[in-house]
Structures are given as C-alpha cells and as structure tokens.
C-alpha cells in the first residue's frame, strides 16, 4: 500500500471530524437521553411504555382523527381500559408538566413539538 | 447455491420481514369508540325564533354562553375579529327580504347568526385539505389541525360566518377554559357544539337561551320526525338565509 501512513491520518481526522458532535456531548455530560419527569399519580400509561415511546405520536394522530373526524372520544386500550381521548384532559391527568416531560426529549431530538400552541398545558376545571 | 433456490430462499425471507410490522399493526389496530352518552342525530338543525329573540333586547345570552367556554378571543380590531355565533341587522341577514319600504326599525332589527351548517356547504367544497368537511348527521366541522390558512372557505362561505386568525388569539382570551384555542392562521366557525353532542349536551347556545326561560333556540334532529324541529321546519313557513343559493342551511327562522 502506498502513503498508507497518510491514508490512515486522514481516515482517522475523518472519522474525527465526523464523530465530533459525539464526543463534544459525552464531554459536556449530555451523552444520554434526557431525565424525564414520571408522573406522581398513575402507574400504567394507556398502553406500555415501551410501545408509548416508539409510537405516541401514532397513537395521538388516531385520537385526533376519532374525535374530531369521527366522533368518537372513547379509546379502548389493548387492555380493554376505556380512556378519554383528550391531551388535555388525559394525558395531562399524569404528565402534568409538559415542560418536564415532552419538551426535554422533544427538544433532545429536534422535534418540534407545537401541540401547546393551541392545547392547554393546564386542566382548569 | 442455485440462482432459483437463491431467489426462493431471498422472497421468503423477505415476505418473512414484512409479516412481522403487519402482524403487529393488526394486533394493535386502535379500538375508538363514541363516548357512551353521546347525542347522536340523523340530521342536526336549529331553528332561531326571533320572535322570542326580541321579547329580550340587549339580551347577550347564547353569544356569552358560546364564546367564553369555546376562547373565541375578544379581538377589538373589527377586521381581526372572531365570530362563531353574533348579532347582525336584519337588513344584512335578510337582504333580499328588504324592499325600499321596509321600516328603519325592521332594517336594524338585531338577528342571531352562526354558521349555517348547510347541506351543499360550499365551504366544503373548496377545502383543499379537508379541514372543513361535513359530518354524517349534518354538521359542517372544522379539524383545525389540518388548516393550512388558505381563506378559500372565507370566501366560499356566503354568510361570513368564517374567522380566520389574523395574530395569536391567546392575549385577547381573558379566562381560557380546557377547550382548544386556535392559533394564528387557521379559520374557525361554530360547530354546532359537537364537543357537547359527544358529552350528551345540546349546544351550549341553546341551552343558556333556556336557561333564561326564552327558549329562542331551538335544537334538534330533523331525522326524528317527533322532534321539535322537525315539527317546525315541517309545519310552518320557516325562513332560510340565501336559499336561491342551493345550500340549503339547516338554521331555521321564525320570523
């Protein structure tokens, strides 16, 4: 192999360089995803954390679908639980500070999160 | 290896691939349902008797009783402003009704207007998104989430029974309630109060017009022939606004 002190220099500054975003996090301590705030009241989320996680934002698009294109404001959870399909008015009841809870991960990875624009953060009655 | 074993092998593989997220969206498939009070109507419709309006001059009843709970912003600027129910004079409601003789008290005689929840609304029909679309027992409802602020329904509508936000509506909503506000750029409109239909309520506007002992509004299934309305709308000479238009509104005047 030719100048293969060279190639192997430039690999390296490559992977560097590409890398850097990493290694600037893990040095500022924000290496992980953020701390989310659990919710004092409630155990259970309507369905498993897990599939919460990875699918909320699913699950939030069928519940605005049912209630204002259809009518229907009941969801029936893969548990057979009745829930309110309400931001508001569910989802608030546990995760009653948004600003602890979704913001931090929705600002962790770059989704803008614009529910709050017309959605109240706070259950009023 | 063969190229046809290969091939068999490789489709497999991959129908094996695509069953899993199959498998787990049928199994998964989201269970909604109407909330078990719900009002449900073949075909939902008011009648306005004006009558029974004016026995309360200055009365303010239904347009409070709407848009507080609903955060219908008081904006002061009129070309900002956001209606879902009001006050209009008749000679602007009415206004084929008006001859040159028509008396000056008759003209400005204030008359409740909302949207019409029209059969052919027009607004509908120019919706670019679907964000306006006529529901199955009749009512013509917004999903603000997919308005994208283009006024095409602003302008098909012709009873400007439409609002579009102009600037944020939250400074201007005094004491917000639980209920959506809507946002700068997309156009809102009474909905007939389909948050208290789910509930098993009849519209808010209603019910505070009984509540006074008026009884001005009148709500109710024209599907259901032993209903109010539908004893009004059948028995009498009710007024429609526009109806030479073909939308056919389903607010009803006893005039």
Known sequence: ?125 | MKRRSFLKIAGAGLAGACAVPVAEALTHAAKTEPAPGAITGKRWALVIDERKCLTKPGCNACLQACHKPHNVPAIPDPRHEIKWIWKEQYQHVFADSVTPYTAAALKERPTIVLCNHCENPPCVRVCPTQATFKRADGIVMMDEHRCIGCRYCITGCPYGARSFNFEDPRPHIAEPTDYPTRTRGVVEKCTFCSEQLAVGKRPLCVEACEGIGCGALIFGDLGDPSSAVSKLVRGSDLARRKPGLGTSPHVFYIL
Request: hydrophobic share 35%.
């Open chain 1, 1 to 125: 192999m030719y100048n293969a002190g060279k190639i192997f220099l430039g690999l390296g500054a490559f992977a560097a360089l590409v890398t850097a975003p990493v290694w600037y996090s893990v040095a500022n301590g924000k290496s992980g995803p953020p701390e989310l705030q659990k919710p004092v009241e409630g155990k259970e989320c309507v369905e498993p954390t897990a599939y919460m996680r990875a699918k909320h934002m699913e699950l939030l698009d069928s519940w605005r679908d049912a209630v204002v294109r259809k009518a229907e404001h009941v969801y029936v959870s893969k548990d057979g639980k009745h829930h309110d399909m309400s931001l508001t008015g569910t989802c608030l009841r546990c995760h009653s500070e948004p600003a602890k809870f979704c913001n931090r991960c929705h600002e962790y990875s770059g989704v803008e999160v614009y529910c709050w624009d017309c959605h109240q953060q706070k259950k009023r009655s």
